[in-house]
């Protein structure tokens, strides 16, 4: 998926002379090009920044990571683009479906394939830094030392503070009494150790030995509906029943309980989910008929 992504980035960038000649002569009538211009500007940011995240490493420029600037100048394309083809609308001609179009667009994700082959060939002789990072393009931080790993909110949600002497656990599942456990109770089921990676879209990952409980230890048999897992701030995730084999509530990491900015005192582990999937703070999980692509597909919150 991320190579895709990048070869389709760089076939932009291969798409910038054919463009330029239709740019040239479209500058040529004089009429509004605020627009056109605005788009290309964002589009070139964009790219840029992605393509530095990826070579250069995962620097700030003022304060902001370059891969925040990329997604940031990716979204602010969106209308733009929109405006811009709403202004241009071409109806499509069945003459744009030939041998010779289908051949062009191969011509052009081969030159862009290449392109990015070249690029990743040379960050890796170059020993830059983006020959470090992973397959989706994050860069370690804080393996095995969850004091140096990254403390990441998707959206606006914010640390709460859970005392863990108050704290408890509800377990429900449709047509049951729900089940309340403490955090002392958790910590005596606590008895599983895996190691597994967090991979956080903003840009960094990090493997640690997670303790907890198994989501099948804790819930029984699962084989119909969805789990959900909702955390004290009211973030939720929901899971299809079949990661009951693989989910964990985890208490601690690298040995040492679960701090407050990392999800303490129990947050979720989601081998092999993008870190917003493993919501921290838990209060309650529960098993319902509701479907748990239902959801949005990335949390508001
Ligand atoms: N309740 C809650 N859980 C959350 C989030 C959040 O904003 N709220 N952010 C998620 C995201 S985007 C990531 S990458 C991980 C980060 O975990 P960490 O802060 O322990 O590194 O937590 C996830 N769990
Ligand atoms: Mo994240």
Do not use: N
């Not at 909110?153 to 047509?175: H, I, M, N």
């Not at 729900?178 to 002392?184: Q, S």
């Amino acid at each position: 998926m991320s190579v895709l992504h990048g070869v389709l980035g760089l076939g932009l960038l291969v798409l910038v002379p054919c463009k330029s000649v239709i740019v040239r002569r479209g500058l040529r009538r004089q009429r509004g090009h605020a627009l056109g211009i605005a788009l290309a500007v964002v589009v070139a940011l964009s790219l840029a920044a992605g393509i530095a995240h990826s070579i250069l490493g995962p620097f700030e420029v003022a304060g902001v990571t370059v891969l925040d600037a990329h997604v940031a100048f990716a979204v602010a394309a969106v209308p733009l683009v929109l405006l811009h083809v709403r202004g241009r609308r071409q109806r499509p001609r069945a003459a744009d479906l030939t041998r010779r179009t289908a051949l062009r667009a191969i011509a052009l994700l081969g030159a862009a394939a290449i392109g990015y082959g070249v690029l990743e060939s040379a960050t890796s002789v170059a020993r830059l830094p983006g020959a470090r990072r992973r397959a989706t393009g994050s860069y370690e931080a804080g393996s095995g030392e969850p004091i140096a790993m990254p403390i990441t909110q998707w959206f606006t949600d914010e640390v709460p503070s859970v005392d863990p002497s108050a704290y408890q656990l509800a377990v429900t599942r449709t047509g049951e009494p729900a089940r309340r456990l403490t955090y002392d109770e958790l910590l005596s089921m606590s008895d599983t150790t895996r190691a597994a990676v967090l991979d956080c879209t903003g840009g960094w990952w990090a493997v640690q030995s997670w303790r907890g409980i198994r989501m099948d230890t804790l819930l029984g048999a699962v084989d119909h509906g969805s789990i959900w897992v909702r955390s004290v701030t009211g973030y939720t995730r929901g899971f299809p029943w079949q990661d009951a084999a693989t989910m964990m509530l985890a208490t601690h990491a690298a040995g040492v309980p679960l701090s407050p900015g990392h999800g303490g005192p129990v947050r979720l582990v989601a081998p092999g989910r993008r870190g917003f999937w493993w919501v921290k703070w838990v209060e309650q999980v529960s098993v319902e008929p509701r479907p748990w692509w239902s959801e949005p597909p990335f949390p508001l919150q």
